[in-house]
């Protein structure tokens, strides 16, 4: 009788125990929940002299788009450091407002096209991901 009530207490600890791991498993990997994705892109000027155009543009997941302007990386005299800054403001401004909506900043990709020697046009571009859980 003594074995009968051992193997029936080692046999509901074990049951515990794989109750207790399934129950941890589920909390640290919740299937309930999808992942929506949004970005934000900065397209800066680097066309000399201040004529060309910079913007940052943000596509929201149900495909609302709005435009904020920049400032170009150059003005008549050459590279300008307060745009430059200015548009470091902008862009920190635009990562701090999505955080606090409860986006998580996911990665960035980056790219250039550089001026030739036919053309002094180029810009640079980074997009920005963000991502947040849905239920």
Not at 84 to 112: P, R, Y
Not at 121 to 129: A, D, K, L, M, T
């Amino acid at each position: 009788m003594k074995a009968n009530k051992l193997n029936s207490l080692v046999l509901l600890i074990a049951v515990a125990c794989v109750f207790a791991a399934f129950v941890a498993f589920r909390s640290a990997n919740p299937t309930s929940s999808k992942v929506v994705y949004m970005q934000f892109s900065t397209v800066e000027s680097i066309i000399p002299g201040g004529m060309g155009r910079s913007k940052m543009t943000t596509i929201l997941p149900d495909g609302t788009k709005t435009d904020e302007d920049l400032q170009n990386f150059y003005s008549m005299v050459g590279i300008n450091f307060g745009n430059i800054t200015n548009n470091n403001i902008a862009i920190t401004k635009k990562i701090n407002d999505l955080v606090s909506q409860g986006w998580e900043f996911d990665k960035i990709v980056t790219g250039t096209q550089s001026p030739t020697d036919k053309n002094g046009q180029g810009i640079f571009i980074s997009r920005y991901f963000f991502k947040r859980a849905v239920e």
